[in-house]
């Protein structure tokens, strides 16, 4: 019996598929000139009409491809895109102002450094200390800081300088931070508003299908509405991940000059002898 079985399936498969060819030849057979007649006059009519009706359907996406400009989202994008504007605007002239003033020459100008290596080597907290306050740089308050830890007659305590001059570099290190860190706010804040945009296009839409317009009307609306939603979520997305770029690059920049700005001091401190007394030295 279990060998009969695949003959006996392909036996009804045959039937089954010279059953059906039967009915779809008598069909054909009664339909035919109907359909022949018909296909004609179709072939006949959409030959003409089919160049003609394509044609408006290609200018219709090339017309959609060249008016998808920057000036054409924005101005679709609604009022939230003016916010994502300045977001960007804001981003970029954060990013210029810390170029420009996160830079060696500022936090720790080269002749600054020569010159209190040279005072720290001979013991001069006097020039020293006149050095730091002519000075008004991060590594000048540092310096400072560890001046300010010098009994006047007695030798001095290199792990009292270091701390102070570690507590306070800690302190420039946190203020520098904390500027850099409205770069990262608005890399924050614009994904959001793109968000804000995507929820105020997805209220004007359905609010045009429950409102009584006609169906044009709410078909307009609806579109108009999802299309804002779409350009504020890409405007958002496209200043959140630029400021973010640059803070990551701000970043690595930072770290670099926090580094080289500790090594730069360390090195002054490395030059004072530390069983010297400080004599004829006052901190005020």
């Known amino acids: 019996m279990n060998k009969k079985l695949p003959v006996l399936l392909t036996l009804a498969i045959i039937i ?3 059953a059906r ?3 779809a030849q008598a069909d054909d057979a009664g339909e035919g000139p109907a359909i022949t007649q018909s296909t004609e006059q179709i072939q006949g009519g959409t030959a003409q009409a089919a160049v003609p009706a394509t044609q408006p359907q290609i200018a219709s996406a090339d017309y959609e491809a060249s008016t998808m400009t920057l000036a054409a989202i924005f101005r679709k994008g609604g009022w939230i895109m003016y916010v994502i504007a300045a977001l960007s605007f804001l981003s970029i002239a954060l990013a210029i102002f810390y170029f420009l003033t996160m830079r060696s020459s500022l936090l720790f100008p080269r002749n600054f450094i020569l010159e209190a290596q040279d005072a720290a080597e001979g013991n001069d907290f006097e020039t020293l200390k006149s050095l730091c ?3 008004q740089t991060p590594a000048a308050r540092i310096i400072a800081a560890a001046l300010g830890q010098i009994v ?3 030798p001095l305590n290199y792990d009292r ?3 102070a001059m570690e507590d306070e570099g800690g302190r420039q290190a946190s203020f520098l931070w904390q500027r850099l860190q409205y770069l990262m706010d608005v890399a ?7 968000l804000l945009g995507t929820v105020w296009g997805m209220m004007i839409s359905f609010g045009g299908i429950e409102n009584g317009a006609e ?3 709410k078909a307009e609306t609806l579109a108009s509405g999802i299309s804002q939603a779409m350009y504020t ?3 958002g997305l496209i200043v959140g991940i630029f400021a973010m770029a640059l803070y990551d690059i701000l970043r690595g920049h930072l770290n670099r000059l926090v580094s080289s700005m500790e090594s730069a001091c360390g090195s002054v401190l490395a030059r004072l002898d530390m069983e010297k007394p400080a004599d004829g030295f006052t901190k005020d």
């Open 16 to 18: 089954f598929l010279a």
């Open 152 to 154: 006047p007659g007695k």
């Open 188 to 194: 924050v804040i614009s994904p959001m508003v793109g």
């Open 133 to 135: 306050d002519s000075s």
């Open 233 to 235: 979520t890409f405007g």
């Open 215 to 217: 169906f044009a009307k």
């Open 161 to 163: 300088l270091r701390s």
């Open 21 to 23: 060819g039967l009915v």
